[in-house]
């Protein structure tokens, strides 16, 4: 995958990060929802990895 496309398929995940962090902060002001705010970490986990994944790893060598 070409450099330029890992990193705009990284910053697209950015906002989900984002949207996951403020869901799962703002999960606290009802009490006892706990199955969302471990969705809201799972996901925002996931999307963070990612993104760091796309972001930082090295290109491999194409066989062609």
């Known amino acids: ?3 330029i496309a890992r990193v705009v398929l ?3 995940l950015l906002p989900v990060i984002a949207f996951c962090a403020f869901g ?3 999960s606290y002001e009802p009490p ?3 199955p969302i705010r471990i969705a809201y ?3 925002g986990l996931a999307a963070f990895v990612g993104a760091g994944f796309l972001a930082f790893r090295r ?3 194409s066989s062609s």
């Open 32 to 34: 006892g929802f706990v």
């Open 41 to 43: 970490a799972v996901i």
């Open 24 to 26: 799962f902060l703002a």
């Open 1 to 3: 995958m070409p450099t």
């Open 59 to 61: 290109p491999t060598p």
């Open 10 to 12: 990284a910053l697209c």
